[in-house]
């Protein structure tokens, strides 16, 4: 297996309240899948996030559903350039209607970093890292 | 927000055993963050995959974390080249200790597609979809 993912999948409880969440934070969705029950965006770097039911997902994979969990395991983290940017995104994140889950703080590390969930209860971290580069095409990068 | 995610977070058990499983896959961690509670994985496109404990991921969100459940409702798909490598990545993901737990199949939309979880119950699919095109590089691009 090479060294890589090429989907993100979150599994979501209504397709369109989803999707509006990331069109309020500046997304745009593919036209490929749309109105098939599947939302599709194009991010940074060559890959993919979709939101695809959450129901349907368990059933692909062959395991049970027993409902979001108040914390499913897995973070995505949205890097930013600067500290002010963090604020930024949190601000953003709970208008639109995600939740904050723990505000902006620096952390041991040297980083600023804050939290917050999707309507589903998807998490994500925003993260100023003064050791990962973001690029001006949004990827990022770490030291060797 | 930009359109682009930076880091993937898995929360895991075990942090050896989630490391030595990816590195089984074939897997190179970084050496920054090697020692320091977390391993990364530079993943093509410009993102990282990183493995970090379940508790501490919960502890630094702020949310209580009830254990991994059977799913997470999220899926990390790996996209291939040939319906053949679909086989070939769920053979090695389950001789190297991951479950599977939907064999792969030929699906409605006409892709091949299996799933398996790795130790922590991290979802993954094997996925060959003849829309989305998997560069040499290792990115893959979705019909506009």
Known sequence: ???RVS???LGVGDLA???AF???????????????????FAIAGGLVLALYP???????????D???PAFSGVSLSYNTRTKDEVD????????????ITAPARTVFWGGYVG????PDGHLWEACWNPKAVVADDGTVSIPD
Request: charged fraction near 20%; charge should be negative; glycine fraction near 16%.
């Open 22 to 40: 990331y069109e309020a934070l500046g997304w745009k969705p593919s036209k490929y899948g749309a109105g098939e029950g599947v939302t599709f």
């Open 7 to 9: 989907f993100i999948t």
């Open 17 to 19: 309240r989803a999707q």
């Open 115 to 118: 939290y917050f969930t999707d």
């Open 1 to 3: 297996m090479d060294q």
């Open 88 to 99: 930024a995104v949190m601000a953003q994140a709970e208008q639109v209607g995600g939740r």
């Open 66 to 68: 027993g409902g979001a």
């Open 54 to 64: 959450r129901a349907d997902l368990a059933r692909d994979a062959g395991l049970a």
